[in-house]
């Protein structure tokens, strides 16, 4: 069993729904990092949680350190939203989900 | 502030050839990490970085070894390379302060190398 799970690995859907991608980790951690990669590579660190929630913009990431879960949600999706959303988890080293690949349609 | 530069953004070498990799983290950045992205096992961390010291050290063999320098610029090395390490390989800095904000690394765009 991996010791980051991330569902869904794929996901499509249309401009303007609300998007929920889920992080499920099995170790202790320090803290939990949500990133963006876009095609052709380039990775973008959206949020670093140790507890509770933030927001940036429409992004909004929630962790709960009892459960081991975290949750990435975009409101009013866009197509420009589409990339792979990337969980990962500080031990003494990040620790990576396999990833969601994220499709919004116009 | 300029971002993470990796150096080169594409390499093509052949099996048994050794490579060298460059990160530039952010200035004032200290600390440096590199990772390694497939297809098949997608974002494994190779080492990080910290004031010239290796502080942790993933599952790679001894083929990979990396630096840093009084500069916190960052070397990593692959010696007899193998089709297998066919990759994109990031780098990332970090620095304490950061850490207390909405993100914890910045990453470059990443080297990708082709073992042919």
């Known amino acids: 069993k991996n010791e980051v799970e991330q569902s869904p690995q794929n996901l499509t859907a249309q401009e303007g729904e609300f998007i929920t991608i889920n992080c499920s980790y099995s170790?202790?951690?320090?803290?939990l990092h949500w990133l963006q990669q876009h095609p052709g590579g380039g990775i973008v660190s959206l949020f670093m949680?140790?507890?509770?929630?933030k927001k940036h913009g429409r992004l909004i990431a929630t962790i709960n350190i009892q459960e081991k879960h975290s949750s990435l949600h975009i409101t009013a999706s866009h197509p420009r939203d589409s990339a792979v959303y990337i969980c990962?988890?500080?031990?003494?080293?990040?620790?990576w989900g396999a990833g969601t690949k994220l499709i919004i349609k116009p | 502030k300029a971002g993470v530069t990796q150096t080169p953004r594409y390499l093509i070498k052949t099996r048994g050839q050794q490579v060298t990799l460059s990160c530039s983290p952010i200035?004032?950045?200290?600390?440096v990490s590199w990772y390694q992205q497939t297809p098949g096992q997608g974002l494994q961390f190779l080492f990080e970085?910290?004031?010239?010291?290796?502080?942790n050290k993933g599952n790679f063999p001894g083929r990979f070894s990396g630096r840093q320098f009084s500069n916190s610029r960052s070397e990593m090395n692959v010696s007899t390379l193998e089709l297998g390490d066919s990759a994109l390989y990031l780098c990332?800095?970090?620095?304490?302060?950061?850490?207390?904000?909405?993100?914890?690394?910045?990453f470059g765009s990443g080297t990708r190398l082709t073992v042919v």
């Open positions: 970085y910290f004031s010239e010291t290796q502080r």
């Open positions: 200035s004032g950045h200290r600390s």
């Open positions: 170790v202790g951690i320090s803290a």
């Open positions: 990332a800095s970090s620095s304490i302060r950061d850490r207390g904000k909405n993100y914890g690394y910045t």
């Open positions: 990962a988890v500080r031990d003494y080293q990040l620790i």
């Open positions: 949680l140790s507890s509770g929630k």
